[in-house]
């Protein structure tokens, strides 16, 4: 398959596979940083909790196939996920509100994938623009419109207090860029052309310590 015939085929594919697929690729890189040549999708199934017939049936949807009596090629399943997922000349990430949150993920994520990069940051607070993190710069956002196109940035991600999230969405929509990463608790409402993630970090937290929580005592049966 070529480049552009998996990228069609990337426009086509559910949410949820394409979030499977970053998610097996991470794991594979592990396993090359191991050593392992090959693996079977019953053993990628396992390490994400999942059947074989899912992973079969999203590689399947991508185009790939291989010999089954080996097992998949890491490294050329690798490479072949990264045609689906990755832009071919790369893509740029801005962060808006460069606070705690917004520097651990600078600090984590840049360096972790070649063709998609954070690149510039923006706040208003004095004590944190003119400030360089993990090799990212962070601009004042009264110069956003002018560092987004020169910075080729297509996707932000908002950290910024919930409080004055909402006036970020002028901004963001005017500059173009087509991707949002929303870790604000605030529900933000963008053009159809903008893709739109929302992650709040406290629903999810509550989600979890909700099955967390001990169970209720059996009734007494008689």
Known sequence: MTTDA????AKRLPERTIERLSEYRR???ECLRQGRTHIYSHELAS???ITAVQVRRDLMLIGF???TKKGYDVGVLIEF???ILDSPDGLNVGIIGMGNLAQAVTHYFNGKRSRLRITAAFDIDPR???RTVAGVPCYHMDTFAQEVPRHDIRVIILTSPSSVAAGMVGPITDAGIRGVLNFTSTPLTFPDNIYVEDYDIITLL???AYFSKD???AEDSE
């Not at 998996?6 to 085929?9: E, N, R």
Request: proline fraction near 8%; glycine fraction near 12%.
């Open 215 to 217: 169970p209720e005592p």
């Open 206 to 208: 509550e989600k979890v």
């Open 128 to 130: 944190k623009v003119g």
């Open 65 to 67: 196939s291989s010999d």
């Open 47 to 49: 390490m994400h909790g």
């Open 81 to 83: 996920i990264g045609t």
């Open 6 to 9: 998996a990228h069609t085929v």
């Open 27 to 29: 794991m594979l890189l």
